[in-house]
Structures are given as C-alpha cells and as structure tokens.
C-alpha cells in the first residue's frame, strides 16, 4: 500500500519582508510573487509527507520517497488522518494491517508509530511525525528566503473534528511554527479562486455562487462558497473522508494481485516490498490511463523470487472494476447543494489529482449537468490559497482584505450541570452550517461552580468515533449576598483554527440600588440561555471575543454592573500537556542538530573522497608536469590507500577524522596545485609589473626634456618616482633570474601574489605624484596654447585632472605616441 501513505500536509510559508516589498510596488506581482517565492517550497510538499528513519539520522521529504521500498519498516508516510485517534480506533485498526510500519499503542491509547531510529527501538507520536515534515518544510522555506520563517497557515480537510485540528496545532508548535490559522482544504481553494477575480459583484448585489470539488489522494470534499468583491463565505460543504485516488490505485492492486497469482503463482501480498512496488506501478498506471483509453501495459522486472511480471489494463475495464468507488462521487454532490439550496450555480471548479480520472470528471460534470471547470491548478490550488491566507493574516504588512466566513460542519452542543444541582440542560450553540469563526455569550444563574460539556450534536455524521470535545469548569461561583443565584455570563466560541473552546467567564455582580436588571434576574430558570449576543462582522473576526466584549458592555453601560472574571478548567480531550509537548520541543531540536552533524559528518566523508578522485585526475593531467617522478608514485600510492581505508575502517568514523585525513592529503597535494597555479599566472603577473615599470620611466623622460606636462612638478618628486622605478626593475630582473633557474616541479622563487603586491607598492609612490593636479591659474594659459599639439591639447589635459583618482591610467594619449 504505497500510495497510501503518500498523503499530504500542505504548509504554506511566507515572508513578511519580501511580500512588503512587492506590495508597495503594485498589487498584481505581489501576487504573482507571493507565488514564486511561497509556493515553490509547498509544492514539494505535495506528494512528499515521507519521513525514513535511519541508524544516523532522519530523510524526510523527496529524498524519503526513494527509501519507501529500501527502509520500509522505517519510512513512514500517510499518517495524516492518524491525528488525535485513539489506537483502537476503528479506522486505525483498518488502516493499520495495509501498513508497511508499525503503530503502536501508547499507554494514554493514541496511536504511535514504532520505528528503528538510532538504533533504537523508538515509538514517535502523530504529532512528532508531523513536526518532522513541518521541520522539513520550515527550512525549505528558510532556505529559498534566506531568513527565518515562523508564521505559516496550514489546510486541513473540513472534516477535521476538535481534536484532530488540536492534535495538528501541537504539532506545529513541536516543530517552532507558529500557524496563523488551520484553514479548511476547500475554503483554501475557495480563495485562491476569489482573490484572483475582478468581476465579483459588488457587496450590495446578488452574490455568486462557486462549487468546489477536492478529491485528493484519500479523501473528497464538496463545499458551496459565495463569492462578493472582497468577501466569501462558505454556505455548506459535504465529504466522504474515504474516498480518493488511493482506492482507485487499491482496486489495481487487487486485481493485479489475483491475477499474478493465478498466472505467476506469486503470493504478492506476502512480501511488503513486492506490494509497494506494485503499488507504485499501479499509481503510474492509473495516471496514463487517464490520458490513454487503449490497453496499457504494466512490467515489472525482477518483481518477486526474481520472475518479471507483466500483465495490461484499459480504461473501460478500469472503470468497471472501479464502478462502486465512482457510484460514491454523487452523494457528497447532492448534500452540499440540498444543504446550501442554491440552484444558481456560477461555476464548478474541479481540484485534486484523482479529479483527473475521466470518469470522476464525467460524474460530476453529469450531476450538474453542466460544464465542469479546471481553471485552477489542481495540485496547487490549497496551498496558494494558504499562501493568501497567510499573507492576509500576518501582522507584518498590509494587503487588501480578503474576509472569509465559513460554515461549521458538525453542529456544537454545550450541556451543563453542577454537583449538587440536579437539572441538567443543554443547548445547540452551533448549528450545521452556522457561520465561523463565531463567539457567543451565554447567561447562566448559578450558585456554585458547574461544568460544561462541549460535544458534536450529531455522532452519526462525524467522520470520528467520539463526539465529545471538552468539558470546562467554570469555578470560583458563588451565591449572590442575599443567597440568590449569580449572574454568569460564559463566551464560547469556534476560533479560526475551527477549534471550540470556552473562551471567557464572568460574575455579573448588581450593584446595590440598581433596578434595571430585576427583569432578568427574576426569571427563575437555571438556564437561561443567553441569545447569543454576538456579531462578528468581516472585519472583526480575528479578535471576535475581544470586540464582542465592548460591543456587549456599552449597550449595557446603563445597568451599573461590576464583571468579574471566572477562572476556566478546561478538560480538551486528547491534547498534549504543557511538560509533554516541551518534552517533544526538544526532542525535535535534538533531532535536528543530530540531521545536522549527521550531514556535515557526510559532507566531510565524501569531501576526501572527492578530492581523491580530482587529485588523482590531476596528476595524470593538468599537474602532470609540475611533480618529479618521485612525488608522483608517493602520491598516488597515498590516494590508494586513502580510497581503500574509506572503504573499511574509514567507511564509519567522526567528522574530525575526515577532516584530519583530507588535510593530510592536502599538505601533499597543496603545493603541487600551487605551483600549477603559479606557473599559468606569472607571466601574466610579470607582464603586468614590467608595463608599469615602462610607464612610469616614460613619465621621467618626458619629464626629464621639459615637455610642459609635468612641469609643475619639483625635480625632489621626480627623484622619488625615478628611485621608485629603478628599485622595482631591479628586483623583477633578480626573481625573473632566479625563477629561470628552477624547473616547473619545483616551488617558484617567486610568487604572483608578490609581484602584485610590488606592483601596488610602485603605484602607490608613483600616481600620487604625477597624478599631482596643476595649479589653476595656469589654466587660462593653457588655453591659449591649444596647438602645442593635439596629444597634449586641453582635453588630455582635463582627464587626467578630474579623472585623478584612476591613479593607474595616466592620460592615454602620453601612452600610444611610443
Ligand atoms: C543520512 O545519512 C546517510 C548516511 O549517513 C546519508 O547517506 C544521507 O544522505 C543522510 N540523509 C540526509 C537527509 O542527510
Ligand atoms: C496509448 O498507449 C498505446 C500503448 O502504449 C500507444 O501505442 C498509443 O500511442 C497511446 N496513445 C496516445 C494517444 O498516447
Ligand atoms: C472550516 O474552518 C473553520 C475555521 O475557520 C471552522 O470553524 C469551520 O468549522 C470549518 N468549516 C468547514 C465547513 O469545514
Ligand atoms: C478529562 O476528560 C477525559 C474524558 O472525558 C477523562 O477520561 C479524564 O479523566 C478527564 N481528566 C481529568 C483530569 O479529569
Ligand atoms: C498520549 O501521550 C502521547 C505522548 O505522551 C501524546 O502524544 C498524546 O497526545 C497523548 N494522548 C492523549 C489522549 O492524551
């Protein structure tokens, strides 16, 4: 079951300082920006959440992907619907046997993942897994920006309960992200669709109305979005979490295992390797089948007790074999619409690679009985719009408002009691559909501290085998003076992570002499529900709680009330404890930095044995002639012995080890290189010494037969150039001498960083001097003098005035009358 676990976890990450700079320059490449530089590392991520644990270190990503057959037992992909699910979990139960790892059960009953990592036995957590891609993605994303990245959104399916949604953010903090927002797969969709058009109608006028279809690699999901300018909002979405392209890849397995059974006796299912070999094939076959309806074949060589197999599929007889999957396509369809009653549909936007399946497509084109479209990247599409989202939440900078409303899928109810009270009552404070993220505030009259249990209203449509989601103690309640029951105003409220929880609680004391609350204080229910008083406009939906809070005391400003805040106990099932998760926090950190030593470990082995192989190369090549015989056999005798030890003892030793071998390498190595090097840049070095020398003798003789030009110079200067000059003709003559008498093997009497140096030296004495600027009440002479030739006119004249500082280029025309 390869593809399977070919799952995906799509992170987008952006930068704040690169998407600032593209804003202020125009809208439109700030989009197309935040796309080059943001979704390039997400991509990767597609089809990429493989992580291969190994005796050193972790591979987590692509390069995982090649580990799948070679280290399956330790390479773990597709592990993303494991989040907070217990390992009895009916789901896990069934997924588990199709596994080429280990789950394992942890004593608190979730599901871990059992791997060889260190040479260690090693149960890792749902969390933890993710956190290593999470890590992964992070520095992908840091790598491609060049600075550190912290903020990310990331898409999760619309169908994620509570807890699964929980379970993902601990793994983000695992991994040192912090997520802005866990933004559902499809309302992702929904806005890299809506923030790209400029015809949306305008606020007041009919909104347009947008079905989405995902079906992704293990699930499908349906959601009917509203389109404004500047706004969306989600009117109802409908899935079936077991539904993707992998149970298409499943059906071929199947048949390809009964029928290499039946014609090559192979008991395929007996070796996992074998099977994740098919399964790949069969991933392959699927994806030109759908862009080829003539018999395919499907070979694989060396296949199991060394026999090739092959065997051939077409399209027809794929969809047949596929018929009850593709009978599953319509269900989802018709909820969303029944539950969004809108028969006005704009468009039908098709994401997700099993939408590629003609017949997925046929399907749902003929439930509408309209044109499907694919204008959107269907691999794409979620993460560019978490790239958007991301963008549009980050403090950093500004970009145009973008609001999104979407739609709870599973309706919340709260149901409350107190110890020593017997009634009990509860209440829908969400309803299917209902619009979020949304706070509401609710009214009790209570004597004494009482619980409230948060669950989903209707287990039977939950893709998960628990309803509950949290029970939260409001405490410190106690009865008014006069023995009456306290006002309690409890916030409740599904955050934009689509994660309930109960935000806030407050004593509502009346002040003595105030009549205005004897209305409601006189309603003898325990449960009077408060209306939810709540309001959260497009614009406030970040801080909903906050604003709600201003908004509900001023219109009760009247009223003279004291509100004091009650602390919450809040009992969330199945997330990480504070000690926990810090455990986990750094545990990540240590991993990495042993990824870390692990690679520069690499890095120093294989840098010996590459400078093996270039040196060896080398010395039958370019540094043939500059080695005596001698140096030659002890050499390549050395570079031997050094391969063959990297083979044995040196196939497995520490970092320093290497980098002490390679620097014992280098001492021989070294000077042959260099006086390779030396030799090809000599000449050139010497060329170059020998025409300053000439130039600046030059500038004496001229100046030596009066010519105008450096009269105004004193004869002590030119003694000072003149000295300089000789000096430097001098010491050339004696290296070039010496140089001569050694042969290319040997190391050189000189070297070019010497003469460069000589060079600078000469220059430094010389073109200050003649560079020397004459005084400016000659100039009106000068210009009297213009036909004293042509070479010496003005213009000469003025560059090499004001161009004084090109100290090595005295005037060009002095240079060309030799
Ligand atoms: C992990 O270590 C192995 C062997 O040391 C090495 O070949 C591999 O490239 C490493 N993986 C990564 C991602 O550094
Ligand atoms: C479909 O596949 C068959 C068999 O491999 C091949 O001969 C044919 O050219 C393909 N057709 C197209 C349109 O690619
Ligand atoms: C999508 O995510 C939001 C969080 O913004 C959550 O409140 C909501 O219930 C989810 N809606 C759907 C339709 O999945
Ligand atoms: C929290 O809730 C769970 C499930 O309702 C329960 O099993 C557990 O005992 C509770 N924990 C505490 C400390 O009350
Ligand atoms: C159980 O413990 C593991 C690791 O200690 C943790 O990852 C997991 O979330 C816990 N589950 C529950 C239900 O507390």
């Not at 010496?792 to 060009?812: C, E, I, M, R």
Request: proline share 4%; net charge negative.
């Amino acid at each position: 079951m390869t593809s399977n676990y070919i799952d995906h976890c799509k992170i987008s990450i952006y930068l704040s300082i690169y998407l600032s700079i593209y804003l202020s320059i125009c809208l439109s490449i700030y989009l197309l920006n935040i796309f080059s530089l943001v979704v390039t590392p997400i991509d990767g991520s597609e089809n990429e959440a493989c992580i291969s644990l190994a005796s050193k270190n972790r591979t987590i990503g692509n390069a995982a992907k090649s580990q799948i057959i070679t280290n399956f037992k330790n390479t773990v992909h597709g592990f993303k619907k494991f989040h907070g699910r217990a390992f009895d979990d009916q789901f896990v139960q069934g997924e588990k046997s199709k596994l080429p790892y280990s789950l394992h059960k942890l004593d608190n009953g979730s599901t871990g993942i059992k791997v060889r990592y260190l040479n260690e036995d090693k149960v890792f957590t749902i969390e933890q897994m993710t956190a290593m891609l999470l890590t992964k993605l992070k520095e992908t994303s840091e790598h491609a920006l060049k600075k550190p990245v912290v903020d990310c959104v990331i898409s999760v399916p619309s169908f994620f309960t509570d807890v699964e949604r929980r379970s993902l953010m601990d793994a983000t903090q695992i991994a040192g992200l912090n997520c802005l927002r866990l933004i559902n797969d499809t309302t992702a969709v929904a806005l890299a669709y809506g923030i790209y058009k400029q015809d949306l109608p305008n606020p007041e006028e009919k909104p347009r109305n947008v079905v989405f279809v995902d079906i992704g690699h293990s699930s499908y999901q349906v959601s009917v979005a509203s389109f404004n300018k500047g706004k969306l909002k989600v009117l109802a979405t409908a899935f079936d979490p077991y539904l993707g392209g992998r149970n298409f890849d499943e059906m071929l397995v199947e048949y390809f295992c009964e029928d290499f059974k039946n014609r090559f006796k192979l008991n395929v299912k007996d070796n996992p390797r074998a099977l994740l070999r098919l399964y790949q094939e069969c991933e392959k076959l699927k994806k030109l089948m759908s862009a080829n309806s003539s018999d395919l074949p499907l070979n694989i060589e060396c296949f199991m007790n060394d026999i090739d197999v092959h065997g051939k599929m077409n399209r027809l007889q794929f969809e047949e074999m596929c018929a009850h999957l593709l009978m599953r396509v319509e269900a989802p369809l018709k909820s969303a619409m029944e539950q969004s009653s809108k028969d006005e549909i704009y468009a039908i936007e098709v994401v997700g690679g099993a939408t590629r399946i003609p017949a997925t497509k046929e399907r749902i084109s003929k439930f509408f009985g309209k044109d499907i479209s694919t204008t959107l990247n269907a691999d794409e599409a979620v993460a560019r719009g978490c790239a958007l989202q991301c963008a549009i939440l980050s403090p950093a900078f500004k970009v145009r408002e973008f609001s999104i409303t979407d739609a709870v899928p599973f309706p919340i109810t709260l149901r409350w009691n107190s110890p020593t009270d017997e009634s009990v009552g509860e209440c829908e404070v969400y309803s299917k559909n209902h619009a979020a993220p949304f706070s509401k505030a609710i009214t009790f009259h209570k004597k004494e501290p009482f619980d409230l249990e948060a669950f989903y209203s209707s287990p039977h449509e939950l893709p998960y085998p628990d309803s509950r989601i949290g029970r939260f103690t409001i405490q410190n309640v106690m009865p008014q003076p006069d023995g009456g029951s306290s006002k309690v105003k409890v916030k409740v409220r599904v955050n934009m992570h689509g994660i309930f929880s109960v935000s806030s609680a407050s004593l509502i004391e009346k002040q003595k002499g105030e009549a205005e609350d004897v209305q409601m204080d006189t309603e003898p229910a325990v449960q009077n529900e408060g209306r939810p008083e709540e309001q959260v406009g497009d614009a406030d939906w970040q801080n909903d709680g906050e604003k709600q809070d201003q908004g509900a005391s001023s219109s009760k400003a009247k009223s003279k009330v004291k509100s004091v805040d009650l602390p919450i106990w809040a009992n969330t099932t199945r997330q990480l404890d504070r000690d926990v998760l810090n455990n986990f926090v750094e545990y990540e950190k240590k991993m990495i930095i042993q990824d870390k030593l692990e690679k520069e470990r690499n890095d120093a082995k294989n840098a010996v044995e590459e400078y093996v192989y270039d040196l060896r190369d080398k010395l039958c090549g370019i540094y043939e002639r500059y080695v005596t015989e001698d140096e030659s056999n002890r050499l390549t005798i050395m570079l031997e012995d050094t391969e063959n030890w990297l083979y044995e003892e040196g196939e497995d030793q520490e970092k320093e080890i290497y980098q002490d071998k390679l620097s014992e390498l280098k001492k021989f190595g070294e000077p042959i290189e260099e006086r390779y090097r030396e030799h090809e840049g000599r000449p050139r070095a010497f060329d170059e010494l020998g025409k300053k020398i000439q130039l600046f003798m030059k500038a004496v003789d001229v100046y030596k037969q009066k010519d105008e030009r450096y009269q105004h110079l004193s004869a002590e200067d030119m003694g000072v150039v003149e000295k300089s000059v000789r000096e430097a003709l001098g010491w050339m003559n004696a290296k070039m001498n010496a140089q001569s008498k050694l042969t290319v093997a040997q190391d050189p009497a000189v070297k070019v960083a010497e003469i460069i140096q000589k060079i600078q030296e000469l220059e430094d004495v010389c073109n200050p001097i003649l560079n020397r600027p004459k005084p400016r009440t000659e100039e009106p002479i000068e210009e009297g003098d213009q036909n004293n030739g042509a070479h010496n006119g003005p213009a000469a004249q003025q560059g090499a005035d004001s161009k004084g500082n090109q100290q090595t280029k005295p005037p060009s025309g002095e240079m060309e009358v030799d």
